[in-house]
Structure formats: structure tokens, C-alpha cells
């Protein structure tokens, strides 16, 4: 069976001068590729969910471990085969409006198997250099404690408040600003699930930390997996329920209720945040 290899290096994936992503194709996948399927062990038996086989690619690899195997040859900021010219890496980021939701979560675990595999090649307990599960699980073993490191997910919550003016009875949207957010665009109210919470508590946490204000009604709407590192966003909308705002000087730069026919710069189409925000609007 064919291998059918994406190349990774950091957030980005390597394209074709067109900016599609280059396939990588070789008989067997080199030991230094990651296979994408889903795999667990029951018995000492590997059981196979979702085979390498049955998805549009089937590994991904460095971009430096490509260059050591002579697969492909770096040429300034670019990169060459034998055949193919000119090829670059792209950010996943580019790639949120112009590729399908179900090629966009592959590229996401592609990225993040990735980063998972260069973050855990010593053993985090004793120091030993890891192993990889040899049943095909996506795990890293240590051989000498044993120790076993797994994929790690962060859920990450992201909440669209919404209110009706008070004195004009206009639908409202509550949008921040980042400072990180050069641009001006304004988007949604995020942040990490702490330990001990579940989601509606974070929500609820995250909202009062940054806007310092109180909601109800936290209403789950969606997910995207979200490779910056290896993050779940989980959508949420939510109504205000009381509160004056005050923000989180660190965090944001500024924060108000828009009436939704009047929205400043909003996140890209492909974000999960576009998508709450058109949820609303369109409701």
C-alpha cells in the first residue's frame, strides 16, 4: 500500500508552488512517519478504529526528517525533489477558507502528531529516550520506567454573549479585541479549561476574568480542533445576565456589545469563531 505523506514543519505544511499541499508518495512510510488512523490495543492485540488506509493521507513526517531520508532538498527558503520545484510551507491559518472542514481536522492531527512526536522523544519521569508503542498506538513508551506519554488535548472554551439592548432592543453581540489582534479585528471570549472544571464552568470563569460579567443559558453550539499547540475549541453561546464591563488589561485591548448590523473586523471564515458569530447574526 501506497504511503501518502504530508510534510510538517511547525504550523505549516509543505505546498506545491500553487499552494496546494504536496503528497509525499513512497511504497512503505519510512519509520520517522506518523501514521494518521486511530488505533488502540485491547489484549495485547492492536485494533485498528480508522486505518491509515481509509483516509485521503495516510502519514505525516518533518520536513527535516524528508531532507535526511533524500526525499526532498532544501534550496534557500524553498524546497526541491527530483521533479518538483519550488515548494514551500504554508500555516495551517491560510488554509481555514479555501480547504473542507473534514481536510482541515486531518491537517490539524497531522500538526499535531507532529509536535506531540517532537516533544516527547525523552521520557518526561526519568530522562530515557522513548519508543514508539509497538502495537501502533499513538503513544510514546519509556523503556525504563515505562512510562507512557499519550497525545495530550487541550480544550480550550470560546463564548459568544449575546443581550438585547436595553434601550434600543437591538440584538447584541459582546466582541474583544486582543492586543495580539494588530489588525483591529475583534472576535469571541476564550480561554484554557483549568482542572476540576468541566466546560459551562470555564465558560462561565473565563467570561467573568476577561469582561467581568455574569452570563446564563451556556448553550454548547460546536468544536474545531485548533493545532496552536494541540487545542479543542469548544463553542459556546451564551446570554448576558448582569454585570457592567471591565476588562483584562493583560489580555484584551478593549470590549463592547455590537448591534450585529454593525460588527467591526471579525475573525476568518474557517475559525469556529466566524461560525458562532454567523450563528448569532443569522438566528
Not at 51 to 78: E, N, R, W
Not at 156 to 177: F, N
Not at 253 to 279: V, Y
Request: hydrophobic residues 40%; neutral net charge.
Amino acid at each position: 500500500m501506497t504511503a501518502k505523506i504530508w510534510l510538517i514543519q511547525g504550523d505549516g505544511i509543505l505546498c506545491t508552488s500553487d499552494g496546494l499541499p504536496f503528497v509525499l508518495k513512497l511504497p512503505n512510510a519510512p519509520s520517522e512517519a506518523i501514521h494518521l488512523g486511530f488505533a488502540e490495543t485491547h489484549d495485547e492485540q492492536s485494533l485498528l478504529l480508522c486505518s491509515s488506509d481509509q483516509l485521503p493521507i495516510s502519514h505525516a513526517m518533518t520536513v527535516d526528517d524528508a531532507i535526511k531520508l533524500g526525499c526532498i532538498f532544501a534550496y534557500g527558503q524553498g524546497y526541491d525533489t527530483k521533479t518538483i520545484r519550488n515548494l514551500k510551507v504554508i500555516s495551517f491559518r491560510e488554509f481555514l477558507t479555501v480547504i473542507d472542514d473534514e481536510t482541515l481536522n486531518l491537517m490539524a492531527r497531522a500538526i499535531m502528531l507532529i509536535g506531540w512526536h517532537n516533544d516527547h522523544q525523552f521520557c518526561s519521569r526519568c530522562g530515557a529516550k522513548t519508543a514508539a508503542h509497538p502495537q501502533g498506538e499513538h503513544a510514546k513508551i519509556c523503556p525504563k520506567c515505562r512510562h507512557r506519554a499519550y497525545p495530550r488535548v487541550q480544550p480550550c472554551v470560546i463564548v459568544a454573549i449575546t443581550r438585547t439592548h436595553p434601550k434600543t432592543h437591538k440584538k447584541q453581540i459582546l466582541l474583544a479585541r486582543h492586543h495580539h489582534h494588530k489588525s483591529g479585528i475583534y472576535g469571541l471570549i476564550a480561554g484554557f479549561v483549568e482542572v476540576g472544571e468541566t466546560l459551562p464552568m470555564a465558560a462561565h470563569r473565563e467570561v467573568f476574568e476577561e469582561v467581568g460579567l455574569h452570563i446564563d443559558n451556556v448553550q454548547y453550539f460546536d468544536s474545531q480542533p485548533w493545532p496552536y499547540p494541540s487545542n479543542l475549541m469548544v463553542g459556546f453561546i451564551a446570554n448576558y445576565k448582569h454585570g457592567q464591563i471591565k476588562i483584562q488589561r493583560n489580555e484584551l485591548a478593549d470590549a463592547q456589545f455590537f448591534d450585529i448590523d454593525q460588527l467591526p473586523p471579525i475573525p476568518n471564515q474557517g475559525t469556529i469563531a466566524h461560525s458562532l458569530i454567523q450563528a448569532v447574526v443569522n438566528a
